[in-house]
């Protein structure tokens, strides 16, 4: 079964970290490349950060530049998110998605969102007091 499970997600207090991670099954996350997004109550559907399938490219939203950091496995076929000095704001549910296309910035990653190929389930991420 092709499939991305998200884990990691939880209650955190403000300023705390949190890391996320997305395992891929039934294919290798190497030939893909990733995006995390985040959808909060209300709102729409977020693009945060991408990293290529070589790793070598990230990109962050402004949101979350200087705050969150995206690596790659390949040897765990994995997909990495560390989120720290996390805020009330970043509540939301968190998803990674793999895709063969390489996107340059985040707004473009964002409107292509539909041209990713697999998507994860989501994993709750609570920032509260």
């Known amino acids: 079964q092709l499939q991305l499970v998200e884990s990691g997600g939880g209650l955190v207090t403000p300023g705390g970290s949190l890391r996320l991670s997305c395992a891929a099954s039934?294919?290798?996350?190497?030939?893909?490349?990733i995006g995390w997004f985040r959808q909060a109550p209300g709102k729409e559907r977020e693009g945060i950060s991408y990293?290529?399938?070589?790793?070598?490219?990230?990109l962050y939203a402004d949101s979350v530049k200087g705050r969150f950091s995206i690596s790659k496995d390949d040897a765990k076929n994995t997909v990495y998110l560390q989120m720290d000095s996390l805020k009330s704001e970043d509540t939301a549910v968190y998803y990674c998605?793999?895709?063969?296309?390489?996107?340059?910035?985040?707004?473009?990653?964002?409107?292509?969102?539909?041209?990713?190929?697999?998507w994860g389930q989501g994993t709750q991420v609570t920032v509260s007091s």
């Open positions: 998605a793999a895709g063969p296309e390489h996107f340059s910035d985040i707004a473009t990653m964002n409107s292509h969102a539909d041209r990713y190929t697999y």
């Open positions: 039934g294919f290798s996350l190497y030939y893909y490349a």
């Open positions: 990293i290529s399938s070589g790793g070598t490219a990230t």
